[in-house]
C-alpha cells in the first residue's frame, strides 16, 4: 500500500471518528434537555413556554418546541404519554396565557377518540401544537399548560374539568343518540 492511501485511510478513519463523536454528543445533549426535571422551554424567545407538574395526572405533558418567528402568533409543539394502566378515551388540555399583571386568558382543548381503536394505549405518546391560529394584541410572556380532564375507557375520569369537558362529551354522546 502506497504512503498516499495509508494517508487518506487515517484521514477517513479520523474524519469519521470525528463524526461519531460529534452525533453521539448531540444524542447526548437531547436527551438531558427532553429528561431534565425543569419543565419549561424557550428558544429565544419573548415568551416562556411551561407545564405545570401534576405528579398524579395520568397524562404526562412534554414541551417539544417553541417557534419564536411570531411573537404575537406563539407556536409550540408538546407530546402527551399515557402514564396510567387503562386506555384513554378522552382529555383536555388547559391552556394559560399570561401577559404580566392581570387576569390571563385560559381556554381548553377537549380531545376525544370516537372509537376504542384510537384510544391512548399505556405507555402511548402523541404529539400535539397549540397557538395554532391564536394571535395576541401583545407578545405574551408566559404559556402554561396543564391536564384539565381526563376520561378513560372504562368511564371514570380524573382532574378538576374546569373546561367543563365531561358535560361537553355528554352533550355530544346525547346528540349523537338522539340523531
Known amino acids: 500500500m502506497s504512503d498516499k492511501t495509508q494517508k487518506e485511510g487515517h484521514r477517513y478513519r479520523s474524519t469519521l471518528k470525528a463524526a461519531i463523536k460529534f452525533i453521539a454528543l448531540g444524542i447526548l445533549t437531547g436527551s438531558l434537555l427532553?429528561?431534565?426535571p425543569s419543565h419549561s422551554f424557550s428558544v429565544d424567545s419573548p415568551t416562556q413556554f411551561t407545564v405545570i407538574e401534576q405528579p398524579d395526572s395520568p397524562l404526562l405533558i412534554r414541551p417539544t418546541f417553541m417557534d419564536p418567528s411570531h411573537a404575537q402568533?406563539?407556536?409550540?409543539?408538546?407530546?402527551?404519554?399515557?402514564?396510567?394502566?387503562?386506555?384513554?378515551?378522552?382529555?383536555?388540555v388547559r391552556?394559560?396565557?399570561?401577559?404580566?399583571?392581570g387576569s390571563p386568558i385560559t381556554s381548553t382543548s377537549l380531545v376525544h377518540f370516537p372509537g376504542q381503536k384510537a384510544f391512548l394505549a399505556p405507555q402511548q405518546s402523541r404529539y400535539e401544537?397549540?397557538?395554532?391560529g391564536k394571535t395576541y394584541e401583545q407578545v405574551p410572556?408566559?404559556?402554561?399548560?396543564s391536564m384539565d380532564f381526563v376520561e378513560f375507557a372504562d368511564g371514570t375520569t380524573w382532574g378538576k374539568?374546569?373546561?367543563r369537558s365531561g358535560e361537553k362529551l355528554d352533550g355530544q354522546r346525547a346528540g349523537g343518540r338522539a340523531a
Not at 129 to 132: H, L, S
Open 34 to 36: 427532553w429528561l431534565s
Open 73 to 92: 402568533s406563539p407556536r409550540y409543539g408538546y407530546s402527551l404519554t399515557n402514564n396510567s394502566g387503562k386506555p384513554i378515551g378522552a382529555y383536555a
Open 95 to 101: 391552556e394559560l396565557v399570561r401577559f404580566g399583571p
Open 129 to 132: 401544537e397549540g397557538g395554532v
Open 141 to 145: 410572556i408566559e404559556i402554561n399548560l
Open 161 to 163: 374539568d374546569i373546561g
